[in-house]
């Protein structure tokens, strides 16, 4: 494996952020993580011909990690903007729906 942590945390910290802006962009929500896999996954055969102590199979379980990591940020972000876009339409629907001409009924002051 690669002795330096700043690689791990860089890693990590770059497969979020860009899951994040290119669901948010391109709206394909499974790309991402198949894109992950497969960069990682070609590193974890790169690296260890530059690396002598480092070999495939530990970067190759960090690529599995990656790509479902960066599956589950997807996921999330589909989620999100699920939300907003509903609670969009929500808010959009009800001034067209109080607005309209409704016949006005006299108001009963009683307590039922």
Avoid: H
């Amino acid at each position: 494996m690669i002795q330096s942590a700043s690689f791990y945390i860089i890693s990590i910290l770059l497969v979020i952020i860009v899951s994040i802006l290119f669901v948010m962009s391109v709206k394909k929500y499974i790309i991402m993580p198949i894109i992950v896999f497969l960069i990682m996954a070609l590193t974890a055969f790169i690296v260890p011909n530059f690396i002598e102590d480092t070999s495939w199979e530990p970067l190759m379980g960090y690529a599995a990690f990656l790509g479902i990591l960066s599956l589950i940020v997807s996921i999330l972000t589909w989620l999100y903007i699920r939300g907003r876009r509903r609670k969009k339409e929500v808010a959009d629907e009800r001034p067209r729906t109080e607005g309209m001409d409704e016949p006005e009924r006299p108001r009963d002051n009683r307590r039922r």
